[in-house]
């Protein structure tokens, strides 16, 4: 079966720019989160959905995050505008409904913002 | 609030030896959960163990195995006899029912380096 599955790996842009990445959970699943890793803030939550609608948003940072889930398998987190503190790794997991916390994570996506 | 407290920030040893991560908790809540994660070199993480509030068994698995201790809030992972490809960095998480069960907080992770 695949797994949780990220576009794009790597994603390398200037200030300003604006950056959209993808996330497609694992079919049947029922929620879909979004973390972000750095070295200095570890793993945070930034946001996450339960059957595409969303839970918790008080971890993205500001109004240039965003995020949505229009559909079971497909999810977006905008940067709009992006600044060189978004540089991290952005992970998206997914999981089902009775098997809390039990994440599945994909592969993530790194993003470096010059 | 919950907070998630990994100590050691790094830990080195030889193959073979065994190794135990420690992870300290703190929640307002009585009902919780805490988790154990694994992060290869590959960077995805890996789920690998879940325990509630209300069961305070020891758990092994293969090589693996948890000391839930709810009097100290400490939830340690031991790897016995431990091999290269254990290699990673481990990350210990808590949720609980007020922040919501979904919604897991992680300590900042012990980077773990087997030497062959």
């Known amino acids: 079966d695949a797994g949780v599955i990220q576009s794009p790996r790597h994603e390398v842009t200037e200030m300003g720019q604006e950056v959209t990445l993808r996330c497609k959970p694992i079919s049947g699943h029922d929620y879909l989160f979004w973390y972000r890793q750095t070295m200095m803030r570890g793993l945070e939550l930034l946001i996450y959905f339960n059957n595409n609608v969303p839970i918790d948003d008080s971890g993205m940072p500001e109004d240039r995050f965003s995020a949505k889930m229009p559909n079971a398998s497909f999810s977006t987190l905008k940067i709009q505008p992006s600044e060189p503190r978004d540089s991290a790794v952005y992970f998206c997991?997914?999981?089902?409904?009775?098997?809390?916390?039990?994440?599945?994570f994909g592969e993530g996506s790194r993003l470096t913002v010059l | 609030a919950q907070k998630v407290t990994q100590a050691q920030t790094e830990i080195s040893v030889v193959e073979k030896e065994d190794v135990t991560l420690d992870c300290v908790y703190e929640?307002?809540?009585?009902?919780?959960?805490l988790f154990w994660y694994k992060q290869p070199p590959s960077g995805e993480l890996v789920f690998l163990i879940r325990?509630?509030?209300?069961?305070?068994q020891n758990e092994i698995s293969g090589r693996y195995s948890w000391n839930f201790q709810k009097s100290t809030s400490s939830f340690n992972f031991t790897i016995t006899a431990s091999q290269v490809v254990d290699s990673a960095v481990y990350f210990c998480?808590?949720?609980?029912?007020?922040?919501?069960?979904?919604?897991?907080?992680f300590g900042q992770g012990t980077r773990l380096t087997i030497n062959p």
């Open positions: 998480a808590l949720s609980d029912q007020i922040q919501g069960a979904q919604k897991l907080v």
């Open positions: 325990r509630n509030s209300f069961d305070e």
């Open positions: 929640t307002r809540d009585t009902t919780y959960y």
């Open positions: 997991a997914s999981s089902l409904d009775e098997a809390v916390g039990e994440l599945f």
